[in-house]
């Protein structure tokens, strides 16, 4: 299946929106556009894209909280960011790289000129979408942390793993912000993984999502070469 990446689109200038949606519709990827505040909170915590286009004129909420939030976000932390300021104002481009925007637009511009941005953050796009990928495995894996003097030793249960996380059920389980050792058996590598994570969120059912921390560069390929050959 060919690579379609989610891109968030913050504009409230309609003439501006059609104009984006119908070129990133064209260039085979799926825009997921809103002009509510209150529901960017909601899309950057708890949905994940591959990329963000952002309008600097944007006046709901301010354009650099934004993009310093994206950044902040658990799940949308790494991904390219594109503003779309004007071009008669250089600061808007020294403001955007500040806060951690990637790639600049500047405004006016037209289908071509988006175009070539969208081929520009590809590589990237796919990258993000690579790293974050998620295949349902159900292995054993060992859990260490220290709650006050006490340290707790659990085998619990994968339910998925990326490259860069896992989510596992676990009773008793560690509060977010925990950092927990792990001792993990795949079954494409020789030898049992030894990880570092941090708990980024708990939920129902006994589940908890960790983020791996300071991986070496063999476990890193351990891990992405069992998410890239597993079956989804």
């Not at 519709?25 to 909170?41: A, N, R």
């Amino acid at each position: 299946m060919a690579f379609r990446p989610r891109l968030l689109v913050v504009v409230d200038n309609p003439d501006l929106q059609r104009l984006l949606v119908s070129t990133i519709e064209h260039m085979g990827s799926d825009p997921v556009c809103t002009s509510s505040g209150e529901d960017l909170t909601y899309l950057i915590e708890y949905e994940k894209f591959d990329g963000a286009l952002i309008d600097w004129d944007y006046d709901a909420m301010s354009p650099e909280k934004l993009t310093g939030s994206i950044r902040k976000s658990r799940s949308n932390s790494d991904i390219p960011i594109a503003i779309l300021g004007n071009r008669r104002f250089q600061t808007d481009m020294g403001r955007g790289f500040k806060v951690g925007a990637t790639y600049f637009l500047a405004k006016p511009f037209g289908s071509r000129e988006l175009e070539y941005l969208l081929n520009a953050t590809r590589g990237a796009m796919l990258e993000e979408r690579r790293r974050h990928k998620r295949v349902a495995a159900n292995v054993p894996i060992l859990c260490e942390w220290k709650d006050g003097r006490r340290m707790i030793h659990i085998t619990g249960r994968t339910l998925d793993l990326s490259a860069s996380g896992v989510l596992l059920k676990l009773t008793p389980r560690p509060q977010r912000g925990v950092a927990v050792a792990l001792e993990l058996s795949l079954p494409s590598a020789q030898s049992k993984l030894n990880l570092r994570g941090v708990v980024v969120r708990t939920g129902p059912g006994e589940k908890v999502a960790l983020r791996f921390l300071n991986l070496t560069r063999l476990h890193q390929e351990q891990l992405e070469t069992f998410v890239t050959t597993r079956p989804t």
